[in-house]
């Protein structure tokens, strides 16, 4: 899931094509795998992803050859809650958090109406 995600990405800018490669990313224990760390360490992408305690003892337990210990920007860390915070947003429409759509792309389509929608709301609140 992460990997196609990652293919679709766009940064937006003032002038220029969007960026295809952000400054870094931030995710879970749960995206900690060696697979999505090799590609975003190959496309120059810094990752702020924990460890998670049985990787940390694998690690540990193959001793020199377990590699060094994975290093954390634990102040960019801190502003994950930003994500978390929208996608709690997100969940609230029952058909993103049941996942009962049958195809990705109606399912990615729901996502993107469910965030113009938010964008438009946070449009209208400021003064």
């Known amino acids: ?4 995600l990652m293919a679709q990405l766009r940064v937006g800018r003032d002038r220029g094509r ?13 995206y900690s795998s060696r697979a999505i760390r090799d590609h975003l360490r190959s496309r ?3 990752a702020v992803i924990p460890e998670p305690d049985d990787q940390k003892g694998h690690r540990k337990r193959r001793g020199a050859r377990g590699g060094r210990p994975v290093a954390l ?3 960019d860390y ?3 809650n930003v994500i978390e915070r929208r996608y709690c947003h997100i969940k609230q429409w029952r058909g993103l958090a049941t996942r009962y759509d049958k195809h990705a792309i109606v399912y990615r389509a729901a996502v993107v109406l469910n965030a113009v929608i938010a ?3 946070a449009l209208s609140d400021t003064p």
């Not at 899931?1 to 196609?4: G, N, Q, T, V």
């Not at 969007?18 to 749960?30: E, K, L, M, N, S």
């Open 1 to 4: 899931m992460f990997l196609p």
């Open 18 to 30: 969007p960026r295809t490669r952000p400054d870094a990313v931030r995710g879970d224990r749960a």
């Open 44 to 46: 120059g992408i810094k």
């Open 73 to 75: 920007d634990t102040a």
């Open 78 to 80: 801190k502003n994950r």
């Open 119 to 121: 964008w438009a709301k």
